[in-house]
């Protein structure tokens, strides 16, 4: 069983950064992405980055260029570098950890508010 925590968010202004943090328990031999997700108010999850152990990487169209996944392999941590945040970034942001790009493992997410 894989638990992950995350931290790092909190209310920032618009065009401002933050780095949010996801300490995994332990990995295991079949873990090979790591993802970051969110949930806005009323809209459904969104993936926002994804980083698999081969360098893969995804970003969706709103984090490109703005944010910046990346892994910490001997303190078993995953981050992700959100710069120039937006109004619409608000949301609550989730840690993910799977295989292929299917998450199974979920953290139970850090809130990232950005006023304008």
């Known amino acids: 069983q894989v638990q992950l925590v995350e931290s790092g968010g909190g209310s920032v202004q618009a065009g401002e950064s933050l780095r949010l943090s996801c300490a995994a328990s332990v990995y295991t031999a079949g873990i090979n992405s790591m993802g970051w997700f969110r949930r806005a108010p009323g809209k459904e999850r969104e993936g926002v980055a994804r980083l698999d152990t081969d360098n893969f990487t995804y970003y969706s169209d709103s984090a490109k260029g703005r944010f910046t996944i990346s892994q910490d392999n001997v303190k078993n941590t995953v981050f992700l570098e959100m710069n120039n945040l937006k109004p619409e970034d608000t949301a609550m942001y989730y840690c993910?950890?799977?295989?292929?790009?299917?998450?199974?493992?979920w953290g139970q997410g850090t809130q990232v508010t950005v006023s304008s």
């Open positions: 993910a950890a799977g295989t292929g790009g299917r998450f199974r493992y």
